[in-house]
């Protein structure tokens, strides 16, 4: 069973910043590519961001230039720092492997409100 914690999100106002902290077990940190995905109010999950085990990062078109994901591979954190925040941003924000996510964490995860 994986172990997950994340931490991060609230609320800030359009233009402003947020960080998202998520821990994951040491065997499932360095056996998989990891992402953040989001969830929108009445709109489908999208993948936002992933970072390979490698280090190898890709962003969605939506967040290039404002998001940046990291990893500490000393305290099997994937981390995502989120610049110039939008309305659009708003969401549910949760860690999984990725792409395939492993386990739910829909409905779950981190709260990002951003008000214009």
């Known amino acids: 069973q994986v172990q997950v914690v994340e931490s991060g999100g609230g609320l800030v106002q359009a233009g402003g910043s947020l960080r998202l902290s998520c821990t994951v077990s040491?065997?499932?940190?360095?056996?998989?590519?990891l992402g953040w995905y989001r969830q929108a109010p009445g709109k489908q999950r999208e993948s936002v961001a992933r970072i390979s085990v490698g280090g190898s990062t890709n962003y969605d078109d939506s967040v290039k230039g404002r998001f940046t994901i990291s990893r500490d591979i000393t305290k099997n954190t994937v981390d995502l720092q989120m610049n110039s925040l939008k309305p659009k941003d708003r969401g549910d924000y949760c860690c999984?492997?990725?792409?395939?996510?492993?386990?739910?964490?829909w409905g779950q995860g981190r709260q990002v409100t951003v008000s214009s």
């Open positions: 040491r065997s499932f940190f360095t056996s998989n590519a």
């Open positions: 999984n492997r990725s792409p395939k996510p492993r386990y739910s964490c």
